[in-house]
Every structure is written in structure tokens, then in C-alpha cells.
């Protein structure tokens, strides 16, 4: 299993970089995460579509849809490109520190 160091830390991710074990997950972890897509501050926004994410799949034990995310954070698609260079799954669901989503977001 490949690593990354991130605040400081090393975690253990997938092949695409997704953390492996959720619930070591901080907002260090966040921010890290970011800064490596060239998004230095997360704003309420991120922290609404990264919270929401993980506290989904905390619960769900999978990443929403799409439609899901739109629905519940009030953002449009568009918005949450804006937000998460990489697009939700790629960007929103790695910063959450939870696992590459299966199917779509």
C-alpha cells in the first residue's frame, strides 16, 4: 500500500492517493490535501460539501451521489467544480477523507 505524507504525518492510501483509513482523518488532513490541488484556504463552502461528505459516509459506509451532495449543500455542479478542482469524487470525497468512491458520486 502506498503513503503520503500529509501535515506532517504519513497515511496510507490507495493508488489514486484516498486515504485507507477514514477515521484518522483531520482537518490538517483537509487542508493538506487541498494545498496539493493549489487551493491554499478552505473556505465554509469546502467545509460544508467536506463535512456533509464525511458525515454521510460515517454514517452510510459509502459516498452519496451526486444528486445527493447537490441536494443536500444547496450547490449547484458548477459550484462544487469551483470548490474542488478534481470534481466531488475526486477532489471533495479525498479531501474527506473517505474512500474513492465505487460508482458515481
Not at 497515511?11 to 489514486?16: A, C, P, Q, R, S
Not at 487541498?34 to 454514517?59: F, K, M, P, Q, S
Request: proline share 6%; hydrophobic share 40%; aromatic share 12%.
Amino acid at each position: 500500500m502506498a503513503q503520503i505524507e500529509l501535515a506532517g504525518n504519513m497515511y496510507e492510501v490507495d493508488e489514486h492517493g484516498f486515504l485507507q483509513e477514514p477515521e484518522k482523518w483531520n482537518e490538517d488532513i483537509a487542508k493538506a490535501f487541498a494545498v496539493l490541488e493549489g487551493v491554499t484556504e478552505l473556505t465554509e463552502d469546502h467545509w460544508t460539501a467536506i463535512n456533509y461528505l464525511r458525515n454521510y459516509y460515517l454514517e452510510n459506509g459509502i459516498c452519496p451521489m451526486i444528486r445527493r451532495l447537490i441536494k443536500e449543500t444547496g450547490f449547484n455542479l458548477s459550484r462544487l467544480y469551483e470548490l474542488f478542482p478534481q470534481g466531488p469524487a475526486n477532489s471533495a470525497c479525498k479531501w474527506a477523507g473517505v474512500p474513492k468512491p465505487t460508482g458515481c458520486v
